[in-house]
């Protein structure tokens, strides 16, 4: 069974920048693992950050960047607010239909 | 503008079934994936699995391949997430979400599915 690895939390200070990164139990990440990130607030729906490794949607701030580092999917935030206090959850695909999220991160702005 | 709506919520007894909708509409149907994911209460997203609207072809999680069965009515623009053999750990909200060519946009608002006897 694939399973993706996240960093159950993390804190931030605001203005400060911080990394989320997305490992796979399959080995290196990789841009075909198409990485996605996504976002969500106390009970709201998710919402789509990054597609594609580190391409953002219209509706995705500047200070979200997508990446690639050390063998995982990562996202990062600079300049962090206390509006980016969520959620966030990778998304890689595997062979045929597979698509396996990770646990999440659950990122504090303090 | 892009909207995927979904059925409202559901109440069933262990052992039943559930059937949840996803209506689509401000943009051409068959142009894309829609897949299911799911939130129990307190933990993460989990996905269930992904259909081709165009030709009808699934792709299911091998934790839900003999439980779930994916549709769609392309006169609608309708797909369907049927999951049976209900349990309680089955209790979720269950979200419907748009892809094309690896980039995942548009979620459904959710529908909230509860296990209880």
């Known amino acids: 069974q694939t399973v993706v690895t996240q960093e159950p939390s993390l804190t931030v200070s605001p203005g400060g920048t911080v990394t989320l990164t997305c490992a796979s139990s399959t080995g290196a990440v990789t841009s075909t693992h198409y990485p996605n990130w996504f976002q969500q607030k106390p009970g709201q729906a998710p919402r789509t950050l990054i597609y594609?490794?580190?391409n953002r949607h219209s509706w995705t701030p500047a200070r979200f960047s997508g990446s690639l580092l050390g063998g995982k999917a990562a996202l990062t935030l600079s300049g962090v607010q206390p509006e980016d206090e969520a959620d966030y959850y990778c998304l890689l695909f595997y062979d045929g239909f597979l698509r396996v999220f990770g646990g999440g991160t659950k990122l504090t702005v303090l | 503008q892009v909207q995927l709506m979904q059925s409202g919520a559901e109440v069933r007894k262990p052992g039943a079934s559930v059937k949840v909708s996803c209506k689509a509409s401000?943009?051409?149907?068959?142009?894309?994936?829609l897949h299911w994911v799911r939130q129990a209460p307190g933990q993460g997203l989990e996905w269930l699995g992904i259909i081709n609207t165009g030709s009808g072809d699934t792709g299911y999680s091998q934790k839900f391949q003999d439980r779930v069965t994916m549709t769609r009515d392309t006169s609608t623009s309708t797909v369907y997430m049927e999951l049976s053999s209900l349990i309680s750990e089955d209790t979720a909200i269950y979200y419907c979400l748009r892809e094309r060519i690896s980039q995942f946009d548009y979620w459904g608002q959710g529908t909230l599915v509860t296990v209880s006897s």
């Open positions: 401000g943009y051409t149907f068959t142009n894309y994936f």
């Open positions: 594609n490794t580190n």
